[in-house]
């Protein structure tokens, strides 16, 4: 087991330590049972593997709510502020209040539900039938709704927020969509009047499935990902997800045989958390500190690889040969290519946005959500709602439900609050690759050269190794010397999408 | 949930139900994690593995020894003699006392143990190597014999074999193996004298692995194997493992590229434990009654749809034309056929042995671990014991440790006591294979066609659906009229052998 107190010996806090651990384990056990769930498990696996989770989710909440842990953490003796053991208490009381609040049978009902509506939900997205999962989506957002009953909050919403960036708020959330919606809704306008005739034709063909996976593998090996601590899958959702530690970080992944954006790009973004993941301090594993900070720092480190690092020129100038050997029938330049993968295109699917209209996806979909949490809204009026803000945001409106509001993954398995981590993400990336590049200018050539070793190096000695010790905003200040900031993300996307689009000069 | 008992009322019951049910689910959780561990796991993540395993094991332990299940079991009412309800207490209270007796850290510690010395095995095995072994193997058995301690027997091994089959004892299988060794020792003599030139050559050559997988699913299909309920995959030592019910039973295989009967019989061997699970009674699930009953029941099914089905003439009736269609370069007729995949061999490994020598293999196994627990044999003298053994009873001298006292992994794994169930399963297979083939004729007819379903029926019917409701003997009496018998699994042997080296005329 790691300690990281050793210095002085306090029995109280060893004991702590010792009850966190377990509870670690009993959740990196539920994360093995939900990978497999997601990657092999057989249909008939469904009922059995809902009560397995429920009854470890069950398990470990009532171990982190015991009067044993309570007494714990009550006994422990301050810690030097900014130490290691100071930052586990801070965490391990955070935890303990918030899960305090929450009734096991709420946690386990919780778990059992979002078990069963995510295969649910598969099948509803693969019939495209809404009223498939609708009875599944009314069950987990009653649960969730009465969770962010039991939890503190100038806003309902605010609850689910805080679990994936701790001091999120909808106020402050609600201030950066604005900001950005003022600077990308005009050049989302500008790009559009200059769309032109499709640029991805590239990305489109017959690429068999085995060599798109070779060429994702080659991409993230050099990157930096540790085979010997994770492997790859397929998933339906592509996630990434560990067990309590840096040591096994696993990567799932999707492909479309005739489009090698999807794979691709997939690919990238779930090596860019696990990267995060297999970077953190091993000492933390099995620790409340073990683990990425928040979601939005974690979608900035997915988000920085996918875009910043897989979508640029001096990433395309090595790769692009390579793939061309392994798909002869891409044909034209590397700009052309360079064009192809970051065409700007008004279309349905999320996860297939490009950069500049990604944030609208977002967008639409926290507004939906702070309607469901604090305006009403009902369940049976999401598709609507779903297809009128496409309409107004991207001009568009889903060919049917599979395009549209069944598209994520996210609301079946309870994650409400996550998406606007997508966005944080986004502005977090620019702030913290602009910092590695002006501090280690030879992260470019290096690239170039289809080397990550000093990007890599950055991340992980400014962010990826302290996992939870600091907060997100801390941990970005200290890593960029400012706080977080919409403006480097928005003069990024001016710039590229300006250049791309011969918007303004370069 | 599944509720075994629902009439009459009573609330302790339920909550005793309910109490084995969370037990079952984190039993199942680590199952999970255990075949993650053997088909998929990287690496990096052994450490952290054993940490999650043992966590798992020593809290299933110690809810199933604290004073709650203790006070629930004392105020069980007792239920209707023969009645669900009654077995369900009766297996409960057996793994209550059986825990109770054992410390929670020793069986923690049994847990880290094994996790750690399973992949210690395979490198030890792959690299021939028994110095990377032997320390786990020293901690393992050292563990296993303080169990043993813990418990009751006449004999410290009794303890080890009451594990895997209830109510089985060191003194009942010396009779068992000194009744088989008079039967099967002059019987081998016989057939050594009369091997001539080598019959397995038509099962050599190089064998696609896709192909290979390919058939054997074409085989286990006919059986009845039910891949909404299952999977399968690759492990280094193939196993069959299920999560608390029949839902999702999977199994593993590996193959020989240059060896077909590695492969095809694993692949029906696991299929054979994996159609008794998937036949138990699914109100059984997450209580005592859920699986098989014991581990030589469970073995009379793997060896019975292993030999008397897939080493039998009727079935490559069928599937020979089959076979060579998929494998165009194997030649001969079927006879030939039969003869190879039946062919006696002195050979050093258990997995691969013919079912002439099988049982020597065992008896090898069984005698040594006797000597472990009872004669103070040292872990140190183990591969010369081994060899020494090998020597006597099967005339060689493995080439290296690897195959010989590497070969298996039960050791790894803390599975003393449970070679013996190999034996026992072989007596049983025969005894109720002429039992179901007496009562429905139409079986071997069947089988030439490739079709197993009144079998399959006559299985799930007496034995499958049963779980562990009645006692190993009683189940085999009630499903065949008599007690457990060596003899009709000597005369088949004498019967199958003496045929196929024409020692006594058909």
Same mark, same amino acid.
């Given at each position: 087991m790691a300690h990281v107190i050793t210095d002085p010996p306090d029995e109280n806090l060893r004991l702590l330590e010792e009850r966190l651990a377990t509870i670690s384990d009993v959740y990196s056990a539920a994360s093995v049972l939900a990978w497999d769930r997601q990657t092999y498990m057989p249909e008939g696996g469904v009922g059995g593997r809902a009560e397995q989770l429920a009854t470890l989710a069950r398990l470990a909440h009532e171990m982190l709510v015991s009067p044993e842990t309570g007494g714990l953490l009550e006994r422990a003796e301050e810690r030097e502020p900014g130490s290691d053991g100071a930052a586990l208490l801070r965490l391990a009381r955070r935890e303990y209040d918030r899960a305090s609040r929450l009734p096991a049978s709420l946690v386990a009902e919780t778990s059992r539900a979002t078990a069963v509506a995510e295969p649910a939900w598969i099948q509803a997205r693969d019939n495209s039938d809404w009223s498939l999962f609708a009875p599944h989506m009314e069950r987990v957002l009653a649960l969730k709704q009465e969770e962010a009953g039991y939890l503190d909050g100038e806003h309902p919403y605010d609850a689910m927020l805080d679990r994936y960036d701790p001091g999120a708020?909808?106020?402050?959330?609600?201030?950066? @969509?604005?900001?950005?919606?003022?600077?990308?809704? %005009?050049? +989302? *306008?500008?790009?559009?009047? *200059?769309?032109?005739?499709?640029?991805?034709? %590239?990305?489109?063909? *017959?690429?068999?499935?085995?060599?798109?996976?070779? @060429?994702?593998?080659?991409?993230?090996?050099?990157?930096?990902?540790?085979?010997?601590?994770?492997? !790859?899958?397929?998933?339906?959702? &592509? @996630?990434?997800?560990? /067990?309590?530690?840096?040591?096994d970080v696993r990567i799932t992944t999707r492909f479309d045989p005739g489009l090698l954006s999807v794979g691709l790009f997939a690919t990238c973004h779930e090596a860019g958390h696990a990267l995060y993941e297999q970077g953190v301090d091993p000492s933390y594993s099995r620790t409340p500190l073990a683990g990425g900070v928040s979601m939005g720092v974690h979608e900035s480190q997915s988000r920085l690889w996918e875009n910043l690092v897989a979508r640029s020129r001096p990433f395309w100038f090595h790769f692009y040969p390579r793939l061309r050997d392994a798909f002869p029938s891409i044909s034209g330049d590397v700009e052309t290519f360079y064009k192809a993968v970051n065409a700007v295109r008004l279309s349905e699917i999320r996860t297939e946005a490009d950069e500049l209209t990604y944030d609208l996806h977002v967008l639409l979909r926290f507004e939906l959500e702070v309607d469901l949490f604090e305006n009403g809204l009902a369940v049976a009026d999401l598709p609507g709602a779903w297809n $009128?803000?496409?309409?107004?945001?991207?001009?568009? +409106? &889903?060919?049917?439900? $599979? !395009?549209?509001?069944? !598209?994520?993954?996210?609301?079946?398995?309870? =994650? /409400?609050? =996550? /998406?606007?981590?997508?966005?944080?993400?986004?502005?977090?990336?620019?702030?913290? =690759? #602009?910092?590695? +590049?002006?501090?280690? &200018?030879?992260?470019? &050539? #290096?690239?170039?050269?289809?080397? /990550?070793?000093t990007l890599l190096g950055w991340l992980r000695e400014n962010v990826h190794r302290h996992g939870k010790k600091y907060e997100p905003d801390d941990l970005i200040e200290r890593a960029t010397g400012r706080p977080p900031d919409t403006a480097p993300y928005l003069r990024y996307l001016e710039s590229k999408f300006g250049e791309l689009y011969t918007i303004r000069d370069k």
């Open positions: 708020s909808t106020h402050r959330l609600r201030s950066m @969509f604005s900001a950005l919606k003022a600077g990308i809704v %005009p050049l +989302v *306008r500008d790009v559009s009047a *200059r769309l032109g005739e499709d640029r991805t034709a %590239p990305l489109g063909g *017959r690429f068999v499935e085995a060599a798109q996976e070779a @060429f994702g593998r080659e991409v993230i090996t050099s990157f930096g990902y540790d085979w010997n601590r994770g492997r !790859q899958d397929r998933a339906v959702h &592509p @996630f990434c997800i560990n /067990f309590g530690g840096p040591d $009128a803000k496409m309409e107004e945001y991207l001009d568009l +409106v &889903p060919e049917n439900d $599979a !395009q549209g509001v069944l !598209q994520d993954t996210h609301w079946a398995i309870g =994650y /409400f609050g =996550y /998406f606007p981590s997508y966005t944080v993400g986004n502005v977090l990336s620019v702030q913290l =690759y #602009e910092a590695a +590049v002006e501090e280690r &200018p030879e992260i470019l &050539p #290096e690239m170039e050269r289809g080397e /990550f070793g």
